[in-house]
Antibody, heavy 120, light 108 residues
Framework: EVQLLESGGDLVQPGGSLRLSCAAS????????LSWVRQAPGKGLEWVAA????????YYADSVKGRFTISRDNSKNTLYLQMNSLRAEDTALYYC?????????????WGQGTLVTVSS | EIVLTQSPGTLSLSPGERATLSCRAS???????LAWYQQKPGQAPRLLIY???TRATGIPDRFSGSGSGTDFTLTISRLEADDFAVYCC?????????FGEGTKVEIK
């Protein structure tokens, strides 16, 4: 059974940093691209960043480019999101999501999310 | 960036009725790389439809997707109690990946 378990969410002050983790199990981790997708309270889903199975390719939304870094450790089956220079508008539930297959594909599995609150 | 606009924002229907949800893209979604998700309060999104019309594993056949280019539709043929939720569309043809704001299907 595929499982994605996010952690690391917290209350942080504007300008601060946070690192989110997503521990994966139930599939061949290195074979699948993964993404972070966030959802602000009462709002829709917003894609944040993606990383290829090998980790060699990364992609970012303009809203986080230069502030967030996505990475993965295939030996630990873990996905990360390093978040720097946090802003109030980064407040959201952050999900990690697995892409269904190589190439253009939707997300077939999602974690339950970890909450990031940016506030003074 | 492909902007996805969903309508209506809220759909009030009774169990057994048919639900028709719309998702319009600001530009052509190539190869119909369009998916639909269901989301309930406090839960992660659940993949229903991908490739505009292919049901994901385990999704009942009362859910169907159609459309191409810029206009897509999710139809729930006969609403069951478990179907009252928020539905959002998602294009994965290119980055940035984008989602619609969602349509809430509520009990009338």
């Amino acid at each position: 059974e595929v499982q994605l378990l996010e952690s690391g969410g917290d209350l942080v002050q504007p300008g601060g940093s946070l690192r989110l983790s997503c521990a994966a199990s139930g599939f061949t981790f290195s074979s699948y691209a993964l993404s972070w997708v966030r959802q602000a309270p009462g709002k829709g889903l917003e894609w944040v960043a993606a990383i290829s199975g090998s980790g060699g390719s990364t992609y970012y939304a303009d809203s986080v480019k230069g502030r967030f870094t996505i990475s993965r450790d295939n030996s630990k089956n873990t996905l990360y999101l390093q978040m720097n220079s946090l802003r109030a508008e980064d407040t959201a539930l952050y999900y990690c999501a697995k892409k269904m297959a190589n190439g253009p594909n939707p997300f077939d599995y999602w974690g339950q999310g970890t909450l990031v609150t940016v506030s003074s | 960036e492909i902007v996805l606009t969903q309508s209506p924002g809220t759909l009030s229907l009774s169990p057994g009725e048919r639900a028709t949800l719309s998702c319009r893209a600001s530009q052509t979604v190539s190869s119909n790389y369009l998916a639909w998700y269901q989301q309930k309060p406090g839960q992660a999104p659940r993949l229903l439809i991908y490739g505009a019309s292919t049901r994901a594993t385990g999704i009942p056949d009362r859910f169907s997707g159609s459309g191409s280019g810029t206009d897509f539709t999710l139809t729930i043929s006969r609403l069951e109690a478990d179907d009252f939720a928020v539905y959002c569309c998602h294009q994965y043809s290119n980055t940035p990946l984008t989602f619609g704001e969602g349509t809430k299907v509520e009990i009338k």
